[in-house]
């Protein structure tokens, strides 16, 4: 069974300051995906970054990276220079890509980590 | 990016009412869409698969004869909760895989209110 971890439930940050959100993951496939959404207070998830599990390189979107540690299960969004407009809740959500064709791209999320960017 | 709407945005209802969410993808067909509930302060939980010309596959625990899922065509998908009662209220959000990439839309939500 899979397993999203985000161990920091909220974070203060100072705009322009660089800001690391984690998160682990367990699963015993091979092939999966990862991927990182923002959800404003709004409600609509924003897709931010993917992840998958045989790309040799960190994604990268712009001035979101994902710091991919396969060895040690873990898919950390970093957020450079952050903005007032960064406000919101992230999640990390991971997809099985074994998983038979009508349950494929099937997203499990993590519990979120509400991130405050101040002046 | 592909877009996918859902209506209501907002419902207020009465006890004992039934609710009918629609979820649809506007410029692109999906087979597969997926719906989940979302408490305040609380993460995504995935309540259903649901399969264009099939029956839609539950999660563990929710109910599938309270929460009705039809997915009738390749741009439509739509989750009725059936005799809502308060604790059924909550946000609702939709997403649509696109075909081929995997990809997941989501749409901007429904949230409910059962008084």
């Known amino acids: 069974a899979q397993k999203i971890t985000q161990t920091q439930p909220g974070m203060f940050v100072q705009e322009k300051e660089a800001v690391t959100l984690d998160c682990t993951y367990d699963t015993s496939d091979p092939s999966y995906g990862l991927f990182w959404y923002k959800q404003p207070s709004s409600g609509e998830m924003i897709f931010l970054i993917y992840q998958g599990s045989y790309d040799q390189q960190n994604a990268t979107e712009g001035r979101y990276s994902l710091n991919f540690q396969k060895a040690r299960k873990s898919a950390n969004l970093v957020i450079s220079a952050s903005q007032l407009g960064d406000s919101a809740m992230y999640f990390c959500a991971m997809v099985d890509f074994r998983l038979r064709a009508d349950s494929w791209g099937k997203l499990q999320f993590g519990a979120g980590t509400q991130v405050v960017v101040t002046p | 990016g592909a877009v996918v709407s859902q209506h209501p945005s907002w419902v207020i209802c009465k006890s004992g009412t039934s609710v009918k969410i629609e979820c649809r993808s506007l410029?692109?067909?999906?087979?597969?869409m997926f719906w989940y509930r979302q408490f305040p302060k609380q993460s995504l939980m995935l309540m259903a698969t649901?399969?264009?010309?099939?029956?839609?596959?539950?999660e563990q625990g929710v109910e599938k004869d309270k929460f009705l899922i039809n997915h009738a065509s390749l741009t439509l998908s739509t989750l009725t909760v059936t005799s809502a009662h308060p604790e059924d209220s909550s946000f609702y959000i939709c997403?649509?895989?696109?075909?081929?990439?995997?990809?997941?839309?989501f749409g901007p939500g429904t949230r409910l209110t059962v008084l």
């Open positions: 997403s649509a895989r696109f075909p081929a990439r995997g990809s997941q839309y």
């Open positions: 649901s399969n264009e010309g099939s029956k839609a596959t539950y």
């Open positions: 410029d692109f067909q999906a087979t597969t």
